[in-house]
């Protein structure tokens, strides 16, 4: 069975840090590109990393602050946010897409996970 189960969110404090993580099964996730999306309440999901042979893309709102990762002996994707603001708050989604190049949009990936919440708040 071939899925994605996102984990590590939670409630932190602004300036604070999380580690998103996304497990992959049925699937190595080497071969694929990956990517990580967002949605906050009442706006669309947006692209906030990816990975993939054509390189790695960061929002500009999360540019300096996040870094995507893989572990493939765990085949595992990672996303490290740091310095964590208030407007990170939403639910974060990892996608997979089994392409050498791959566009940083929300559109047309393979595979999606269920969702992890984050929410930044004092």
Do not use: H
């Not at 709102?61 to 939403?90: C, H, W």
């Amino acid at each position: 069975q071939l899925q994605l189960v996102e984990s590590g969110g939670g409630l932190v404090q602004p300036g604070g840090s999380l580690r998103l993580s996304c497990a992959a099964s049925g699937f190595s996730l080497d071969l694929y590109a990956v990517g990580w999306f967002r949605q906050a309440p009442g706006k669309e999901r947006e692209a906030v990393s990816c990975s993939s042979d054509g390189g790695s893309y960061y929002a500009d709102s999360v540019k300096g602050r996040f870094t995507i990762s893989r572990d493939n002996a765990k085949n595992t994707v990672y996303l490290q946010m740091n310095s964590l603001k208030p407007e990170d708050t939403a639910v974060y989604y990892c996608a997979a897409d089994l392409t050498q190049f791959r566009l940083c949009v929300i559109y047309n990936w393979d595979y999606w996970g269920q969702g992890t919440q984050v929410t930044v708040s004092s």
